[in-house]
Each structure stands twice: as C-alpha cells, then as structure tokens.
C-alpha cells in the first residue's frame, strides 16, 4: 500500500524504539491487557497491535477485566477478547504463560481490577503504552505521551514509527479510528492535534467508512436506550453551584430501562451545552462499585478529581474512575468537597 501523504511526527524516542522493537522481536506468546470498564480506546488500541502482532507471527491474546460496549463489538476480533470476570482461570493461565505483555490505555496496575495481581506477579515482560498522566513503574518498559489524545493513536504513531505501517489494513485502521473518535467525543475535545487528522487521512486511504463507524458507535439507539438517557436528563439531573451538573443512576433504574453496557455512551457530555456548565459528572451504579465519568470545558481539570476522590485519571477536560462504596456515598464526597476544585 503506497500511502503518499504527510507524514506523522515520529513520538517515541530511539531508546525507546530501540527496546520496544527488541521487546517484539523476542515475544512468542503476547497478552494484550486493558482497564476495566473497556472504552473504545482501550479496544480499539488493543485489537490494532495485536491484529499487526500476528502478522508478525506472534501468538497473541487480549484480555479485558470485563465485558466490551455493544457499540464497538462490530470490530474485528472482538468477539475474540477473553473477558476475565467470565472465564477467570482461563485468561489467569494465558497471562501467566505470556513472555510479553502490554498495557495499553491504564497507567496503574489498579486500573485492571480483579486482574491485578495476576498482571503484577506476571514474569513477562511488560510494555506500557498509554497517555494517561502520572504513570507507575509496574512495567519493564514505560511508554507515556499524555499529550496524544488517545492511546489508539499512540500505537498508530509507534507502528509508523517502527516500519510498521503496511500491516496496518482496514480491520486495524477501523480499531484505531474508533479508539480515536471515541477518545475525544468525536473529535470535539482534545483534538487540536495536527497528527490526528493526518492519522484519518491515512485511514481513509485504508478503506474505512468513518461516517459509518460513526453511524455504530454513536448514532445507533434502542427505544429503552433513548428512555433511559432521556430519564437520566429530565429526572437525575442536578445542577450544583459553579456550574457543576451531576447526574446518577441507580442499578435499578438501569434495569427498569433493559440497560446494556454502553446505553449511557455520551450521557455525561450533555449537561456541558447548558449556559453555565462548566464540569458535569455521571454517577452509574455497577454490581460492586460505581463508575465514574467527569467532562469539563476550559480549565476545569477534572483528571485530578478522578485521581484524588475516584481512584481513576485521564485527561485535563475528560477522565473516569471507580468509587468502591455506594452511590450516595460517591455523590456526598464530591459535593463535599466541589469547592476545593471549582
């Protein structure tokens, strides 16, 4: 494939080039592992490597703590991803017998959940790649660019790089643009980056659809799907002082609207358009923790509510993390303590 446009900035330095291409050089069996609750990102990133891995004659496997979003399953080879919390002593013994293991899109061991200790006490070699903020040392070999909107890119950018950017046909081109939309609210935050729209153009020339990778992931309903974000809107919603909108849904109100991972794609990001938002915050009742995703406009950072109150992080304007107690718990720390953010 001739690809005859502008070229990508290259990323990563020479040392790090030098040990990532020895790290795939010397790997047989590779694990690819994500966060918990898996974005669009983190499976997008994740199925891209590994479709180029085995054309490089790799043996590989992706595991993910939990169950993927209906809206990305469309993408090749994620009905392929061993989900931990279903088939635990599996995906315990794949990681245990990897010789090489990425960590992509999660820049703590915490960020896996229940498959932390089987990551951390792995022999492997680890290879983060990430772009999140503040990065643990848990791996061998630590590539952290926070100023790349997302951790789809990134890969892209590395492949490219490395030489590797002829492997990279249309099943991977569709992960990497779907972890790239979704990363950045299609393209409406975090995408003031040149490289990202080269990285498109690139794409295209793959032969991806990206209006109808929109039409999947984003613009696809069900009736309870519009009932519920509509219920979330008109009844959860609350608006606290300096401009902060909290919305919450109970386990119960999911499932009076059939709820299905991710129905609520997006619900955070509506209270932003109100004159005078400035941070919205959306509170999901899971089966044992609460799931925590934070939006912001300006220079409202909420990545460091999410780390210091949520035990999560992300980005300035966009972050997520996980609260282990109850949702009215989650909800009294934070509007017990709003004003020491805002």
Do not use: W
Request: net charge negative.
């Amino acid at each position: 494939m001739n690809i005859n446009i502008l070229m990508l900035t290259t990323i990563i330095s020479e040392q790090e080039q030098n040990l990532l291409q020895q790290a795939i050089e010397n790997s047989c069996n590779v694990v690819i592992v994500a966060h918990v609750a898996p974005d669009g990102d983190a499976v997008g990133s994740s199925l891209a490597l590994s479709g180029v891995l085995k054309k490089l004659g790799k043996q590989v496997e992706v595991v993910m703590p939990d169950t993927l979003p209906k809206s990305i399953m469309f993408l090749q080879g994620a009905t392929d991803i061993n989900i931990y919390k279903n088939n635990t002593e599996r995906c315990k013994n794949i990681i245990t017998n990897a010789d090489t293991i990425f960590c992509l899109d999660f820049n703590e061991p915490k960020r896996v959940d229940l498959m932390q200790e089987d990551l951390v006490n792995a022999k492997a070699y680890k290879v983060m790649i990430d772009h999140h903020i503040n990065p643990s040392d848990f791996c061998n070999l630590i590539i952290s660019y926070p100023q790349i909107s997302s951790t789809s890119l990134l890969v892209y950018k590395i492949l490219n790089q490395l030489g590797l950017e002829e492997k990279v046909q249309k099943s991977e081109a569709e992960a990497i643009y779907t972890g790239m939309m979704t990363d950045t609210g299609n393209f409406s935050y975090n995408s003031n980056d040149s490289d990202i729209y080269i990285a498109i153009s690139q794409l295209l020339q793959r032969g991806i659809d990206k209006d109808e990778i929109y039409k999947i992931v984003c613009n696809t309903s069900t009736i309870s799907k519009l009932k519920l974000n509509s219920y979330a809107i008109s009844e959860k919603m609350e608006i606290l002082d300096g401009g902060v909108a909290i919305i919450t849904l109970t386990r119960n109100e999911l499932n009076r609207y059939s709820y299905q991972k991710g129905d609520t794609e997006g619900l955070v990001n509506q209270p932003l358009g109100i004159e005078g938002v400035n941070v919205s915050i959306f509170f999901r009742e899971e089966s044992d923790y609460v799931k925590v995703s934070l939006r912001s406009v300006g220079d409202y950072a909420v990545n460091i509510i999410a780390s210091e109150l949520y035990n999560g992080g992300g980005h300035k304007n966009a972050s997520g993390g996980e609260f282990f107690g109850t949702i009215n718990e989650a909800v009294t720390l934070i509007k017990s303590q709003i004003n020491k953010y805002i």
